[in-house]
């Protein structure tokens, strides 16, 4: 009787580490490097990408990779950094996917590009949705809303791990809430999404009930419940022994939700 073959374990979720599924997909572009370290160059989105079970080497990579004194932001992740790091935020966040989303351009709503970037900044810095930076807009499709010729909603596209398209940056100023323009934008940016034959997902802190309730409201559904993690790299870091030579971009390969 021929011996059994053992049955190799699932792979793993692109969703489950999404920020290095997309590092390491469609994203290896936006890349930098240091042994097992990934992490989105600092002027695009600050999320840092590290394997599932990191050891003292790859924090040493991190320290290397981030510099003495930098902030270091983790989604997806729950071990707690090393005792000598400073947590300067941690959060209880969920994931949700697409289910039943009525996905559909918006006749309103613009194309945004760099040029935009200046009054996207401006719209985030009233609004707080979360981390967005000047080069934030090239990691996908950016869509706002202009009232009198002044930019006063918006929403886009961030992790891109493969199949999948993260939505992120919803913002709505104040002067234009309740008039359904956060909705429009979700809906018209999935739409985006599936046309490419991807799954629109988001993020979102666990306490941010009433964005929650409206995503669910959409037809996104719970995936799994994650965490946020930002630290501080020590200021004084001993260099590891096998520590390596930093790799960057894509010749060496081959970043709180709202």
């Known amino acids: 009787m021929p011996e059994a073959t053992p049955l190799s374990a699932d792979p793993p979720h692109p969703l489950d580490n999404p920020a290095r599924a997309s590092l390491t997909g469609p994203h290896a572009h936006f890349a930098e490097r240091r042994g097992r370290i990934l992490r989105y160059r600092p002027d695009i989105t600050p999320w840092l990408a590290l394997p599932d079970a990191p050891d003292a080497q790859d924090w040493a990579d991190v320290a290397a ?90 929403a886009g596209e961030r992790l891109h791990p493969p199949g999948w398209t993260e939505i992120s940056g919803v913002c709505t100023d104040s002067s234009v809430r309740g008039q359904g323009l956060a909705t429009r934008l979700i809906r018209a940016v999935a739409h985006g999404v599936r046309e490419r034959g991807e799954t629109p997902f988001l993020h979102a802190a666990a306490s941010n009930t009433s964005a929650i309730r409206l995503y669910e409201s959409l037809g996104f559904t719970l995936r799994r419940r994650t965490a946020f993690l930002s630290a501080l790299v020590p200021a004084e870091v001993e260099p590891h022994a096998d520590a390596g030579p930093e790799g960057r971009g894509a010749g060496s390969l081959e970043h709180v939700g709202h």
């Open 65 to 154: 990779l981030a510099g003495p004194g930098a902030s270091v932001t983790l989604t997806a992740f729950r071990e707690p950094p090393p005792s000598d790091w400073e947590i300067v935020f941690q959060a209880e966040g969920v994931q949700l996917v697409d289910e039943s989303v009525d996905a559909a351009p918006d006749p309103e709503a613009v194309l945004l590009g760099p040029a935009d970037v200046p009054e996207m900044l401006d719209l985030v810095e009233r609004t707080r949705p979360g981390p967005f930076l000047p080069r934030t807009v090239e990691l996908g499709t950016y869509l706002g809303v202009r009232r009198d010729g002044v930019l006063v909603a918006m």
